[in-house]
């Protein structure tokens, strides 16, 4: 049973326009969230997280919201522009363990 | 090095030989994580190394499947008996110290292996 979901597994945006990418989990618990990148052939990458003591945490272009209530977390990158373009996934962790989402890929069309 | 090594970066073997996956974490780095990305599957946790802490192995999906990290500093995924199935990246992980203290976790950029 997954403990994070992406339920879109994929996305498309035009250049400079808000890209919003969503994550559910499941576990109340869960007390820190990632968004990790990834290029094809490459491993992931680090984007930017946030602490469920948080609701946003924004850096440059990108922002993550979350919403413990509903256990939803989103990235917001505005604007967006065709280097955006990858598979991202988020995560959530409590105790020893980071969960992970299947992954939404962006395609940002310039 | 500077960030999370692994190898080799791609293997390709036939089914029921066994196999060897190398990771070295970042100096200092006392968290250690291995994690499988399947065609079009999401990361599925197999094992987390923290220090000299018992190993969180509740992610690994058959006994065909250990994991050591020796003198707490490189680990090696082993998957015997390999299956199909098998096939995946597989991608190693850490951090400075464990999750519970919300530090990030860096990858390596994976052992891709194909099982014939």
């Known amino acids: 049973d997954q403990q994070v979901k992406q339920n879109s597994p994929s996305l498309s945006v035009q250049e400079g326009r808000i890209s919003i990418l969503n994550c559910d989990y499941t576990?109340?618990?869960?007390?820190?969230f990632l968004w990790y990148k990834k290029y094809p052939a490459e491993g992931p990458t680090f984007l930017i997280s946030?602490?469920?003591?948080?609701d946003k945490n924004e850096d440059g272009r990108f922002t993550v919201f979350l919403n413990k209530s509903a256990k939803h977390l989103s990235l917001h990158i505005v604007p967006s522009q065709p280097g955006d373009s990858a598979v991202y996934f988020c995560?959530?962790?409590?105790?020893?363990?980071?969960?992970f989402g299947t992954g939404t890929s962006l395609t940002v069309i310039p | 090095g500077a960030g999370v090594s692994q190898s080799p970066s791609n293997k390709v073997t036939e089914k029921g030989k066994d196999v060897e996956l190398r990771c070295d974490p970042i100096?200092?780095?006392?968290?250690l994580y291995w994690y499988r990305q399947s065609l079009g599957q999401g990361l599925e946790f197999l094992i987390y190394?923290?220090?000299?802490?018992?190993?969180?192995k509740s992610g690994l999906p058959s006994d065909r499947f250990s994991a050591e990290r020796t003198g707490g500093s490189v680990s090696t995924l082993t998957i015997q008996r390999t299956q199909q199935e098998d096939s995946a990246v597989y991608l190693c992980?850490?951090?400075?110290?464990?999750?519970?203290?919300?530090?990030?976790?860096?990858f390596g950029e994976g052992s891709w292996l194909t099982v014939v």
């Open positions: 946030i602490s469920s003591i948080k």
């Open positions: 576990n109340s618990m869960f007390d820190y």
């Open positions: 100096s200092g780095h006392t968290a």
């Open positions: 992980a850490s951090s400075l110290l464990g999750h519970s203290s919300g530090n990030t976790i860096y």
């Open positions: 190394f923290q220090g000299n802490s018992a190993p969180d």
């Open positions: 995560a959530a962790g409590g105790g020893n363990q980071f969960y």
